[in-house]
């Protein structure tokens, strides 16, 4: 169980596709960076898809003096193309990066999976070529991964981020508690032992959730999906009871011992400040 003064809390953001997206996303990092979490994350399209505006997002970031961890996802690309990525990054001052696989852009058929398949080969990489500069973030799935053969088996894939050298673990968003702390049990009986931070995804846009679920894998439990859809189109009730869901979530994880929290923003602000503020979290982690 970790005690308080060593959990991590941090945000993730997503480039945006247009100026005015940008504007929007500056404003809202200008709210959640009042509580000074310990980093913002920001993620990675596809093979690279919106990488321009991944580079964008990242150096405004770091132009406001914000610590950053860059997702990197190594599906579709060469070692040189992943070794100009990092040094850009090092250039930049930033010492954290979350290592992911990745998903091949659609339409993109096997011959464009580039040198690397899997994510703990990226891991290795980086280790490498960068030895211990990075602080090295991977993700985890405590409802295992859609593409996973077994459960046995994801654990093993994720096992093999961490040999490879992973520091830490950023899971999936979830709303079954018993799912995480099974996982993180199971994780320590194979020898285990790196932070394992909860992902949390405010419930906001019931529609949009069930889409990102069903995409990503991710389960809503039933009598979640039934409450959030007899709302129908109220929208204030769906954002009521969806605070009241994953505040309920947050606590029990850290009352459990999470190593902390990480927020799936989704570029807005005032979910997470207020689960932030309810929850009593620290207000300086740098």
Known sequence: ????????????????????????????VERLNAVRPRYFSCTYGAGGSTRERTFQTVSWLREQGIETAPHLACIGSDKDEIRAIVRHYIEQGITRVVALRGD?????????????????????????????????????????????????????????????????AITQYFYNVDAYFAFAEECERRGITLPIVPGIMPITNYNQLARFS?????????????????????????????????????????????????????????????????????????
């Open 1 to 28: 169980m970790n005690s308080p003064d060593q959990r991590t809390f941090s945000f993730e953001l997503f480039p945006p596709k247009t100026d005015e997206g940008m504007d929007k996303l500056k404003l809202a």
């Open 104 to 168: 091949l852009p659609s339409g993109m058929g096997r011959a464009g999976l580039g040198t690397f398949r899997y994510a703990n080969e990226l891991v290795d990489f980086l280790r490498e070529e960068f030895a211990d500069h990075f602080h090295i973030e991977v993700a985890a799935y405590p409802e295992f991964h859609p593409q996973a053969a077994s459960a046995g088996a994801d654990i093993d894939n994720f096992k093999r981020k961490v040999d490879a050298g992973a520091d830490a």
């Open 214 to 286: 069903d995409a990503c894998g991710a389960e809503i439990p039933r009598w979640i999906r039934k409450r959030l859809e007899g709302f129908g189109d109220d929208r204030e009730a769906i954002k009521a009871f969806g605070h009241d869901v994953v505040l309920g979530l947050c606590q029990r994880l850290l009352d459990g011992g999470a190593p902390g929290l990480h927020f799936y923003t989704m570029n807005q602000s005032a979910p997470t400040l207020k689960l932030w503020t309810e929850l009593g979290l620290p207000g300086d982690q740098r």
